[in-house]
């Protein structure tokens, strides 16, 4: 052809070239190469359009994507909006409510009397209405404005000290409280021996030793001595709240007969019972039969504060009793009504307190159960451990869970002549100055509750200088329902027995 011979031309010498290659071979490769270059073009371009296809693709779902979230976006703020809108309507529907400057401020400091509340009970709520005189509203602002920039809100008049002492003498120092969890009931109750004297700060020295009763008074017939009242003769108050229980007089036969000067201890029992059951200032025996029980020998050492059972409603609202029968002892503890005590233990919890070289100690422990733990015979300990609480989780309860504190596994303490400190407050055995019950009454708004009291009064302690630490050694030991001991504690009412009557 034209084209092969121009090609033939132009490579040289054509019989040279025919002698190695035929014309047809030559147009054959030629066809080839314009085949595979046609072939290459079309497969470039089919590789441009795939790839001009995905993009669109890819930008067109880019686009929805895009789009999609900008719908959940707006759905979302409107939800948001509709929620809080309809918040903020609740809110405004709400009525009004004013509440006094105690509980405005907490329970740990409660604010009375003292030209502050006029002669309104301190926590108590305040009716809202138009009939409040205005200066009662300016006074209870400033006194707020001066707690809020840590000036002293007032000076409390601590009564002065006595011994003997009892509520029984005490007729008209009483007033109406209403029940926590039923405002139709309403209780007479002791009032409070005094005001807290901490005033929202640190107490000094001076002013914490403006509580504690001698048992002998000084030549000038005065029963605060202070620190020069020998540790023999500091008295102690002992609380203890008793729900239906069998074994609390045996508990107050314990305490006496086992301290070693029981001249100067007192008893205040909350006693919740029904007909028929035990009382615990009752001697186990009569004392005609047994003239040297401690329940004969120092029956006028015991105030009793009797409540019908169906008007209990846990161990806080009792124990908030057991704080309003407090009248200045020097020191204070508190108890179970199922414990049995060492001999000498007075001696021995007031050394262990001294020892700590702290005002504000206060020894608090899960005690040990009573199963080989005392010699009957000489009433000492028979333990070489003691608890400390070191330990605190949540567990879960029918209304959601809720804080516990737990006691390590005893050992033998590593630190000697001091009891050790520890980050929590037991309500089954508390042993202070006569201050801590002052400075920290029970907050009684915490019906049926059964945990929550060693947490409030741990916290409101601490948050005012108080420290808290475990024995060195056992002084009284716990009846518990296992065992030996389980058939006959099993049978011991409780509280929730109430459940069905009381919300808590």
Not at 390 to 396: H, I, L, P, S, W
Request: aromatic share 10%; proline share 5%.
């Amino acid at each position: 052809s034209k084209f092969s011979g121009i090609f033939l031309l132009k490579n040289g010498d054509q019989r040279n070239f025919a002698s190695r290659r035929t014309r047809s071979d030559c147009c054959f490769d030629l066809l080839k190469l314009v085949f595979d270059m046609d072939k290459l073009n079309k497969s470039s371009l089919e590789k441009k359009k795939k790839k001009k296809k995905s993009s669109r693709r890819r930008k067109k779902g880019e686009k929805h994507a895009d789009h999609a979230e900008t719908v959940g976006m707006v759905i979302a703020f409107v939800i948001l909006g509709v929620y809080f809108f309809g918040l903020a309507q609740n809110i405004r529907a709400l009525p009004g409510v004013e509440t006094s400057i105690g509980r405005r401020m907490g329970h740990s400091i409660v604010l009375s009397k003292h030209g502050l509340l006029g002669e309104d009970s301190v926590g108590n709520a305040v009716p809202s209405n138009n009939d409040e005189p205005k200066e009662s509203k300016k006074q209870d602002n400033n006194v707020l404005k001066a707690a809020k920039r840590g000036k002293r809100l007032t000076k409390v008049t601590v009564p002065a000290a006595k011994w003997p002492i009892s509520i029984r003498d005490e007729v008209d120092n009483y007033e109406e409280i209403g029940h926590p969890a039923d405002s139709t009931i309403k209780m007479t109750a002791p009032k409070f021996w005094s005001d807290p004297i901490h005033e929202n700060q640190l107490m000094s020295r001076e002013q914490a030793m403006e509580i504690g009763s001698c048992a002998v008074p000084d030549e000038s017939g005065n029963y605060n001595r202070g620190d020069s009242c020998p540790p023999d003769e500091r008295t102690i108050y002992v609380a203890i709240a008793s729900y239906r229980d069998w074994q609390c007089r045996y508990t107050v036969e314990s305490i006496f007969s086992r301290a070693k000067n029981p001249k100067r201890v007192r008893i205040g029992v909350v006693d919740q019972i029904i007909d028929g059951d035990d009382h615990c200032d009752v001697p186990i025996d009569p004392c005609d039969k047994d003239p040297y029980q401690a329940l004969c020998n120092y029956k006028d050492q015991v105030d009793v504060y009797q409540m019908e059972a169906p008007l209990a409603v846990g161990p806080v609202f009792a124990r908030h009793f057991g704080h309003r029968l407090y009248r200045g002892e020097y020191y204070a503890m508190q108890s179970d009504a199922h414990v049995t005590f060492t001999q000498n233990w007075d001696e021995d919890i007031i050394m262990q307190q001294e020892s700590t070289k702290d005002e504000m100690a206060v020894l608090s422990t899960y005690l040990t159960d009573i199963v080989d733990s005392i010699d009957e015979k000489t009433g000492k300990s028979l333990r070489f451990t003691r608890p400390i609480m070191c330990q605190t989780d949540y567990e879960q309860g029918q209304q959601g869970k809720y804080l516990r504190h737990g006691s390590q596994p005893e050992g033998i303490p590593s630190i000697h002549g001091s009891p050790q400190l520890q980050p929590y407050w037991a309500a089954g055995f508390s042993f202070s100055r006569g201050h801590f019950v002052v400075n920290v009454p029970y907050d009684l708004y915490q019906p049926m509750i059964f945990q929550g009291e060693e947490m409030s009064i741990g916290i409101r302690g601490f948050t005012i200088g108080y420290d808290y630490f475990a024995p060195e050694r056992s002084v009284c030991f716990h009846t518990y329902a296992v065992g030996p001991n389980a058939a006959k504690r099993g049978q011991v009412k409780h509280f929730w027995e109430n459940g069905a009557r009381y919300k808590g």
